[in-house]
T-cell receptor, first 115, second 109 residues
Framework: NAGVTQTPKFRVLKTGQSMTLLCAQD?????MYWYRQDPGMGLRLIHY???????AKGEVPDGYNVSRLKKQNFLLGLESAAPSQTSVYFC??????????????FGEGSRLTVL | GQSLEQPSEVTAVEGAIVQINCTYQ??????LSWYQQHDGGAPTFLSY??LDGLEETGRFSSFLSRSDSYGYLLLQELQMKDSASYFC??????????WGAGTKLIIKP
């Protein structure tokens, strides 16, 4: 039981390159999230999905795209990477079970550097 | 706008008790969560308060006052392994969490 798995764990890109981060979960959770975390800051929501085939924008969506073609996978794409996108990216999942659910399950993170 | 305020750093002694406060201002409120994050690691869930009062889980307790838009995390019998950053996060809707900037807890022997 792997939980939430992110690939790749580390990546170095040049400005203008594109890449895709993959988040895979085996927890059968409906909700999936992509966050970025910068030094000394909390997590900021990029995009999220409340079910297969649905996506929505979070706080900082510009420069990113996402897709949720299968329930277990949530992809985060950078079409033209910029140095400002250097960050640690976390995928998280949550059950949809009611309004009293506060627990997110996180992947290990993907450390992206854009030169 | 929506915001959460928590101290940037707290220092305590091993074996002592420490309280990390969180005040929030959000457009909606379903509950307040606390997460722990060790350096280089991912956040891990500690607690969730949807109603006023104190929730206790082992050495950790979390408190919420919705009327004061305030909560805290209480850590007792501090151990060196508790050295980490602690984040409060508010659930303003059923789908999202808004995160504080985190409190770095430094524990001295």
């Amino acid at each position: 039981n792997a939980g939430v798995t992110q690939t790749p764990k580390f990546r170095v890109l040049k400005t203008g390159q594109s890449m895709t981060l993959l988040c895979a979960q085996d927890m059968n959770h409906e909700y999936m999230y992509w966050y970025r975390q910068d030094p000394g800051m909390g997590l900021r929501l990029i995009h999220y999905s409340v079910g297969e085939g649905t996506t929505a924008k979070g706080e900082v969506p510009d420069g990113y795209n996402v897709s949720r073609l299968k329930k277990q996978n949530f992809l985060l794409g950078l079409e033209s990477a910029a140095p400002s996108q250097t960050s640690v990216y976390f995928c998280a999942t949550r059950t949809s079970g009611g309004v009293n659910t506060g627990e997110l399950f996180f992947g290990e993170g993907s450390r992206l550097t854009v030169l | 706008g929506q915001s959460l305020e928590q101290p940037s750093e707290v220092t305590a002694v091993e074996g002592a008790i420490v309280q990390i406060n969180c005040t929030y201002q959000t457009s909606g409120f379903y509950g307040l969560s606390w997460y722990q994050q060790h350096d280089g690691g991912a956040p891990t869930f500690l607690s969730y308060n949807a109603l006023d009062g104190l929730e206790e889980t082992g050495r950790f307790s979390s408190f919420l006052s919705r009327s004061d838009s305030y909560g805290y995390l209480l850590l007792q019998e501090l151990q060196m392994k508790d050295s980490a950053s602690y984040f409060c996060a508010v659930k303003p809707s059923n789908y999202q969490l808004i995160w504080g900037a985190g409190t770095k807890l430094i524990i001295k022997p």
